[in-house]
DNA sequence: TAGTGGTCTAGACCACTTG
DNA sequence: AAGTGGTCTAGACCACTAA
């Protein structure tokens, strides 16, 4: 028992965080068991095990019934990037926001959007291209795929006045989606539209949202030059 | 009270979670305070809590103290990468990993790194750049500044054998640390190394390490084209 | 100042998995 | 079979903050 009580699970965690980093609990070892470490620290079980259950979220431990809490060997780098709505993105940074519709069109997708969104070969589906600007320099292209089960005909006209990225997020609950980040050179459509080079590296994202499996919309972001995106780890 | 108890908090949240989809709690709406929601599920308001939490965690409710629990308006998308150590990403790939060390000096950092290492301007660093290859091919450069404080002048030979990225993980801890994701146009140096056209756009990650927010490493991976990150949402 | 979420406790039972 | 983490409960007190 040490002499002074642990009595929340931050300061736990801090404790057990402070022996990894200083090595007295090195990746791989085993470090004791719940039981014994509330004991120790003078609190009860559900406090160690919400510490500890945290600091395994985070990828800093690795545990297992019966075989207990180790310290990762390989503390699998965890970092959470947080997506916001573009419009928001740009006032957060300061600048004034504005919103183009490119073009808007019901036709056949390209197979490698039918086989993302697992659509028929013989489905029209409703195609968005768009532009976000900050402080009126192209900031991102919003080039879109949309589901036309999950927004009716009518709606569609709102995209003259409201970025499908924005409306979306409020008008369509999504269950599950992937994300995928990337990297392309700016071709001449790209070049036009963000006002950059041809052959510039710009950054992409690919995003493609679902409701029960069922695809809602595809959608690619292509940064205009220089953006990056950042997080803690 | 419902006539199935729910006795489990993942049994709660996907309840939760499907008033959420069925819009029965639109985005913005005060739901019904854990006393009230844990009497109508059958349960223990901690369980209740464990689920409205984890949620929480996830973004998709705003918890406030007296002021409630509202869906979210805008629920946040985070995506959170793992970044395995690159052996591993590629041996989980199927590839073979191989590795070579290209150049390691003990030289004055440039000032841009100096200022994220936050460095005083006549300390040296150790400076390091090697491959990592899958089959053979390029896969990525490691271009590397080291704290010496953090890694003796005789540890350094072993970057030889071990790369920088692998070895780090298990013989120095960290507390924090950032982590940048953009593109960049293949300069010749890249495309000497990468052995890919000079342009093409490149994948990037720039990622600094800290301990006690003293800076351990800050490291830049450039990947060969067509490199790109995927994770769920 | 009152209502809400945040957390702790002590005890209990269960689920998993290793030896 | 036994040891470990995973979770639930009921009750309690606390911390924050909107009204």
Redesign the pocket.
């Known amino acids: 028992m040490t002499d002074t009580p642990f ?4 300061s736990v965690q801090e404790e057990v965080l402070a022996r990894i980093h200083s090595r007295q609990w090195k990746p791989g070892d085993l470090i004791p ?3 014994d470490l509330a004991q120790e620290f003078g ?5 160690v ?2 510490a ?2 945290n600091l ?1 979220d985070e990828g800093l431990l690795d ?7 180790r310290v990762a060997t390989h503390p699998v780098r965890k970092a959470t990037m947080y997506i916001p709505v573009i419009r928001q993105e740009i006032a957060d940074k300061g600048h004034e926001y504005g919103y183009e519709l490119i073009c808007s069109e019901r036709v056949l997708p390209p197979t490698e959007v039918c086989n993302i969104m697992e659509f028929g070969r013989r489905a029209r589906a409703q195609h968005i291209v768009c532009i976000h600007t900050a402080d009126g320099r192209p900031y991102v292209i919003e080039d879109r795929w949309l589901n036309p089960k999950w927004v009716s005909v009518e709606e569609i006209s709102i995209f003259n006045e409201i970025s499908p990225n924005e409306w979306l997020v409020t008008h369509v609950p999504f269950t599950e989606g992937e994300i995928m980040f990337s990297a392309m050179s700016a071709g001449k459509t790209e070049a036009g539209l963000l006002s950059c080079k041809e052959g510039e590296a710009l950054f992409v994202i690919n995003r493609t949202t679902r409701n029960k499996q069922e695809a809602i919309t595809s959608v690619r972001l292509i940064f205009a030059p220089g953006y990056r995106i950042e997080t803690g780890i």
Chains 1, 2 share one sequence.
């Open positions: 009595n929340s699970w931050q068991n719940e039981a609190c009860a079980r559900a406090t095990n919400r500890l259950q395994a545990r297992r019934r019966k075989a207990g809490t």
